[in-house]
């Protein structure tokens, strides 16, 4: 049963540590993506990487950490250094990054600083 | 830079009722457009994927058009039911990038 999993479901994270989301595939799509969603607005690009042992920073990447060591993991970091991480984090994939590329989407993970 | 705008924001229907949502886009020069689906605190589902070269894409009681001209997109949803009450984004790739609306809440009531 292909798809997009992403632990935990919910996460709560204390001042000051850092928290690792974890996104897996096991669709064989080359290009992985992590989006933040907060309240009334749409998703924003955090980072994104089209192959294995390469990411590119997306809009709003200050704050968080990518690795993509395995084709079929995105692991997302938010460091103490992300002023403020509460939000609904999205993780996507798609075959390829080119412009026939439908992106597929994760059931997300909602981090609640406390 | 790409800026992608989705009215109304909100929007209540009766069962039954045929509707449309918009979603307007600054910079036409598109790969493609989707829409997606978002039920509350889910993933997003795809709906449809409009490529810069077509006009239209159908999906049993969804059609989804496409103007890179004016930079528009509608997704037209016909006869609606209460399970079609979610947010439906909108979102057009450009380079490496999805560029997201901010989305349509829709209630259809029973």
């Known amino acids: 049963d292909g798809g997009i999993t992403q632990s935990p479901k919910y996460l709560f994270r204390k001042e000051g540590q850092n928290v690792t989301l974890s996104c897996e595939q096991n669709l064989n799509h080359d290009a992985m993506y992590w989006y933040r969603q907060d309240p009334g607005q749409g998703l924003r690009l955090i980072y994104y990487s089209q192959i294995v042992n390469d990411f590119q920073k997306g809009d709003i990447a200050e704050g968080y950490s990518v690795s993509r060591e395995k084709k079929e993991s995105f692991p997302l970091t938010v460091t103490s250094a992300q002023k403020n991480p509460t939000a609904f984090y999205l993780c996507a994939s798609s075959i390829g990054s080119g412009g026939y590329n439908e992106q597929f989407f994760g059931p997300g993970t909602r981090l609640t600083v406390l | 830079k790409q800026e992608v705008t989705q009215i109304p924001a909100a929007l209540s229907v009766p069962e039954g009722e045929n509707l449309v949502l918009n979603c307007s886009f600054t910079?036409?020069?598109?790969?493609?457009l989707q829409w997606f689906r978002q039920d509350p605190g889910k993933g997003l589902t795809s709906l449809l994927l409009?490529?810069?070269?077509?006009r239209e894409q159908t999906s049993g009681r969804l059609n989804a058009s496409l103007d890179k001209s004016s930079g528009r997109s509608t997704l037209y949803i016909a006869a609606s039911q209460p399970g079609d009450s979610a947010t439906y984004l909108c979102a057009t790739l450009a380079g490496d990038k999805l560029v997201f609306g901010a989305g349509t809440i829709l209630r259809v009531k029973s």
């Open positions: 409009i490529q810069s070269s077509q």
């Open positions: 910079d036409s020069a598109i790969y493609n």
